[in-house]
């Protein structure tokens, strides 16, 4: 985990501001890449994470973008988001994108989850111990939480997404123990930070096999709560 991860900077917003890039340029946990770099998976090519900047609503472009991304070997995809409707949220993952911030992040923020990113799955980043308060909420875990906050009990959450009650339980319990809280007002304050989507009644159930046993998704949602 000490060489730098690179950072590919995709359909960077004019209204970006100068203090993310710089903070992006000068971390030294990171480094800077240009399109002129890929393709990667050269011998000695350490992680890269593309963030890539999404406009308000998930274009086909962009999402076809993405998915053109994600034939780099060794480069995963952080979608930094303005808001996140579900059907949105569904497409990202779809496309192959392996995580979402919100473009309202901190500097540091965002190059945290960079990192975290790019070694998800190493030894040392396992080892560093539980994730704080509302950090590192899988895509499902997202989806579950906005039935949640509108006060779903877990057999209607089931019903809605397809999967089995014993599934959507054990997302809850990571629920509460990445955000601290089980408390409705807390879950539904959560769902808002995120910018997740209100569920209304005319939304209809997922149609589609249990995921029951399967949590192997990597991707991380940076929430940004606060305690």
Same mark, same amino acid.
């Given at each position: 985990?000490?060489?730098?991860?690179?950072?590919?900077?995709?359909?960077?917003?004019?209204?970006?501001?100068?203090?993310?890039?710089?903070?992006?340029? !000068?971390?030294?946990?990171?480094?800077?890449?240009?399109?002129?770099?890929?393709?990667?998976?050269?011998?000695? @090519?350490?992680?890269?994470?593309?963030?890539?900047?999404?406009?308000?609503?998930?274009?086909?472009?962009?999402?076809?973008?993405?998915?053109?991304?994600?034939?780099?070997?060794?480069?995963?995809?952080?979608?930094?988001?303005?808001?996140?409707?579900?059907?949105?949220?569904?497409?990202?993952?779809?496309?192959?994108?392996?995580?979402?911030?919100?473009?309202?992040?901190?500097?540091?923020?965002?190059?945290?989850?960079?990192?975290?990113?790019?070694?998800?799955?190493?030894?040392?980043?396992?080892?560093?111990?539980?994730?704080?308060?509302?950090?590192?909420?899988?895509?499902?875990?997202?989806?579950?939480?906005?039935?949640?906050?509108?006060?779903?009990?877990?057999?209607?959450?089931?019903?809605?997404?397809?999967?089995?009650?014993?599934?959507?339980?054990?997302?809850?319990?990571?629920?509460?123990?990445?955000?601290?809280?089980?408390?409705?007002?807390?879950?539904?304050?959560?769902?808002?930070?995120?910018?997740?989507?209100?569920?209304?009644?005319?939304? @209809?159930?997922?149609?589609?096999?249990?995921?029951?046993?399967?949590?192997?998704?990597?991707?991380?949602?940076?929430?940004?709560?606060? !305690?």
């Amino acid at each position: 985990m000490n060489q730098a991860v690179g950072v590919l900077i995709v359909d960077e917003p004019a209204g970006l501001g100068p203090v993310l890039r710089a903070f992006l340029e !000068h971390e030294p946990s990171l480094h800077t890449l240009g399109e002129a770099d890929l393709p990667l998976g050269g011998p000695g @090519t350490g992680s890269v994470v593309a963030l890539v900047f999404l406009p308000e609503t998930a274009s086909k472009s962009a999402l076809a973008r993405i998915a053109a991304l994600k034939r780099h070997p060794n480069l995963r995809v952080l979608v930094a988001f303005q808001s996140l409707p579900a059907e949105t949220l569904r497409s990202l993952l779809e496309a192959g994108a392996d995580a979402v911030v919100a473009q309202s992040a901190t500097p540091r923020e965002i190059s945290a989850t960079i990192v975290r990113l790019a070694h998800a799955g190493d030894a040392d980043t396992q080892a560093a111990g539980p994730a704080e308060a509302g950090d590192g909420l899988t895509p499902r875990e997202a989806e579950i939480l906005r039935f949640l906050s509108a006060g779903f009990s877990n057999k209607e959450v089931a019903r809605r997404l397809s999967l089995s009650v014993r599934t959507v339980e054990t997302h809850r319990l990571n629920l509460r123990r990445k955000t601290q809280t089980g408390r409705l007002k807390d879950l539904v304050c959560l769902a808002r930070q995120l910018g997740l989507a209100p569920v209304v009644e005319s939304e @209809t159930p997922r149609q589609g096999k249990s995921e029951s046993g399967h949590h192997g998704h990597k991707a991380i949602i940076e929430t940004m709560a606060r !305690h």
